[in-house]
C-alpha cells in the first residue's frame, strides 16, 4: 500500500478556494514593497511572520488588506500569481481557481485591467509551461456596501470572458448574502457562475441564503453547516459541494485545534467536501500541507483522500470532459 505522505504527493488535486492576495510570501511582500518604494510597517521577515497571529478572521483581515497595499503594477499581480502557480506544481495541483479581490486595489488607484491582466499572464504562462489550467473568480468585498459591488461588476464587463464566477468574502458576520441579492442577480443574467463564503464563521443561517438567494454552485468553507441538520440534508441531497480550509480555519480559530475538525465527518456522510488552502502565506501550507496536517490529524484513510481529490476536480468549474480525465487518474491510485 502506498504511503499517505506518497499518495497525497502523487495525486493529481485542484484547489478551488485560493485568495491570490492571501498567496503573498513575506519575502515577495519585501522585494515588491522595495522596488515600488512603498513603505512597510515590518522591519523584517521574521517581525511579519510574528504578526500572523490571528485569533480570529477580523484579526487576519486588517493584515492581509495590509500587505495587498504594495501591489501596484502589472507585474506586481503576475509575479504574486506566477509564485502561487509554481507551488501549485510542486504540490501536483493541475487546476486552480483563483480568487481576486478587486476593490482591495481599485479602492487605492490600481485599475481593474491592471490586476485581471498580471493575474491572467501568470495562468498563461503556466499553462505553456506544464500545462496547468485555471480558472478566476472575482470576490466582492461584503463588509462593503452592495453599491460598491454594482460599481465593481461593472468594471468587469470588459473582461467578462476571463472571469468564471463571483463570489463574496471578506468579514462575515453581519453581512449576509442577502444584502448582495441585487447584485447576484445581475452578476447571474451576465453570465457568471456565484459561489460565496458562508458558515465559516457565520451561522447556518448564512448558507441558507447563499444557496437561495446568491444561487451559489459551491459553499466557501460552510463547515458551521453541521449545525444544522436540514441543511446538511440538503447539502447532501443536492451535491452541494464545501470548499473547506483546513489550516485555515485552525489559525482563525474556527475549530481549536485539527483534531477537532469536522472533515472527516463530512466527507463519511456523503458531502462533497475538498482540502484548500484559502491564504497559504499567512495559514502555514500550501495544498499538500493541508492534505497532511488534515490527513494526520483525523486518520484519514487513503481511499477518503482519494475522495478529496476527486471531489475537487468534481466541483471544479472545468469542462465535463476534462473533469472526468482528472477522476479517473485519481481513481487509478485505488488500490
Ligand atoms: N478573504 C481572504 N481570506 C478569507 C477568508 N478565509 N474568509 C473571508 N474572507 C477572506
Ligand atoms: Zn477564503
Redesign the pocket.
Request: charged share 30%.
Given at each position: 500500500m502506498m504511503n499517505r505522505l506518497e499518495l497525497i504527493q502523487k495525486l493529481p488535486k485542484a484547489e478551488l478556494h485560493l485568495?491570490i492576495e492571501?498567496s503573498f510570501e513575506p519575502e515577495l511582500m519585501f522585494e515588491i514593497a522595495k522596488r515600488n518604494k512603498v513603505n512597510i510597517r515590518f522591519k523584517s521577515i521574521d517581525e511579519i511572520k510574528e504578526a500572523y497571529n490571528f485569533h480570529n478572521?477580523q484579526s487576519f483581515?486588517d493584515i492581509?488588506y495590509e500587505g495587498a497595499g504594495v501591489l501596484l503594477h502589472e507585474k506586481d499581480f503576475y509575479d504574486l500569481t506566477y509564485a502561487y502557480l509554481l507551488k501549485c506544481k510542486e504540490d501536483n495541483v493541475v487546476h486552480a481557481e483563483i480568487f481576486f479581490d478587486p476593490q482591495t486595489h481599485t479602492d487605492r488607484g490600481v485599475s481593474f485591467e491592471t490586476v485581471i491582466s498580471g493575474i491572467k499572464k501568470a495562468t498563461i504562462k503556466a499553462h505553456e509551461e506544464w500545462g496547468m489550467t485555471a480558472h478566476l473568480i472575482m470576490y466582492f468585498l461584503r463588509h462593503l456596501s452592495e453599491e460598491e459591488a454594482f460599481k465593481t461588476l461593472k468594471m468587469s464587463e470588459p473582461f467578462k470572458k476571463d472571469i468564471i464566477a463571483v463570489g463574496l468574502?471578506?468579514s462575515?458576520v453581519g453581512h449576509p448574502p442577502s444584502k448582495f441579492k441585487k447584485v447576484f442577480d445581475e452578476a447571474m443574467k451576465m453570465g457568471y457562475l456565484t459561489v460565496a463564503?458562508a458558515g465559516?464563521e457565520g451561522p447556518p443561517e448564512y448558507v441558507w441564503e447563499a444557496l437561495d438567494l446568491l444561487k451559489v454552485k459551491r459553499v466557501d468553507?460552510g463547515v458551521r453547516s453541521i449545525e444544522d441538520e436540514k441543511l446538511l440534508k440538503r447539502l447532501i441531497d443536492e451535491e452541494m459541494p464545501l470548499t473547506v480550509?483546513p489550516l485555515?480555519n485552525i489559525k482563525?480559530c474556527v475549530f481549536e485545534k485539527m483534531e477537532d475538525h469536522n472533515l472527516k465527518k463530512l466527507l463519511q456522510q456523503n458531502v462533497k467536501v475538498m482540502i484548500n488552502s484559502?491564504?497559504p502565506a499567512y495559514f502555514g501550507g500550501y495544498a499538500n500541507q493541508n492534505y497532511i496536517a488534515t490527513a494526520e490529524a483525523l486518520d484519514l484513510s487513503n481511499a477518503e483522500i482519494i475522495q478529496l481529490a476527486k471531489n475537487s476536480f468534481d466541483a471544479s468549474f472545468m469542462t465535463d470532459e476534462l473533469k472526468q480525465s482528472w477522476i479517473k487518474a485519481c481513481e487509478a491510485f485505488n488500490e
Amino acid at each position: 500500500m502506498m504511503n499517505r505522505l506518497e499518495l497525497i504527493q502523487k495525486l493529481p488535486k485542484a484547489e478551488l478556494h485560493l485568495h491570490i492576495e492571501g498567496s503573498f510570501e513575506p519575502e515577495l511582500m519585501f522585494e515588491i514593497a522595495k522596488r515600488n518604494k512603498v513603505n512597510i510597517r515590518f522591519k523584517s521577515i521574521d517581525e511579519i511572520k510574528e504578526a500572523y497571529n490571528f485569533h480570529n478572521l477580523q484579526s487576519f483581515l486588517d493584515i492581509y488588506y495590509e500587505g495587498a497595499g504594495v501591489l501596484l503594477h502589472e507585474k506586481d499581480f503576475y509575479d504574486l500569481t506566477y509564485a502561487y502557480l509554481l507551488k501549485c506544481k510542486e504540490d501536483n495541483v493541475v487546476h486552480a481557481e483563483i480568487f481576486f479581490d478587486p476593490q482591495t486595489h481599485t479602492d487605492r488607484g490600481v485599475s481593474f485591467e491592471t490586476v485581471i491582466s498580471g493575474i491572467k499572464k501568470a495562468t498563461i504562462k503556466a499553462h505553456e509551461e506544464w500545462g496547468m489550467t485555471a480558472h478566476l473568480i472575482m470576490y466582492f468585498l461584503r463588509h462593503l456596501s452592495e453599491e460598491e459591488a454594482f460599481k465593481t461588476l461593472k468594471m468587469s464587463e470588459p473582461f467578462k470572458k476571463d472571469i468564471i464566477a463571483v463570489g463574496l468574502d471578506s468579514s462575515e458576520v453581519g453581512h449576509p448574502p442577502s444584502k448582495f441579492k441585487k447584485v447576484f442577480d445581475e452578476a447571474m443574467k451576465m453570465g457568471y457562475l456565484t459561489v460565496a463564503h458562508a458558515g465559516e464563521e457565520g451561522p447556518p443561517e448564512y448558507v441558507w441564503e447563499a444557496l437561495d438567494l446568491l444561487k451559489v454552485k459551491r459553499v466557501d468553507h460552510g463547515v458551521r453547516s453541521i449545525e444544522d441538520e436540514k441543511l446538511l440534508k440538503r447539502l447532501i441531497d443536492e451535491e452541494m459541494p464545501l470548499t473547506v480550509c483546513p489550516l485555515s480555519n485552525i489559525k482563525l480559530c474556527v475549530f481549536e485545534k485539527m483534531e477537532d475538525h469536522n472533515l472527516k465527518k463530512l466527507l463519511q456522510q456523503n458531502v462533497k467536501v475538498m482540502i484548500n488552502s484559502d491564504d497559504p502565506a499567512y495559514f502555514g501550507g500550501y495544498a499538500n500541507q493541508n492534505y497532511i496536517a488534515t490527513a494526520e490529524a483525523l486518520d484519514l484513510s487513503n481511499a477518503e483522500i482519494i475522495q478529496l481529490a476527486k471531489n475537487s476536480f468534481d466541483a471544479s468549474f472545468m469542462t465535463d470532459e476534462l473533469k472526468q480525465s482528472w477522476i479517473k487518474a485519481c481513481e487509478a491510485f485505488n488500490e
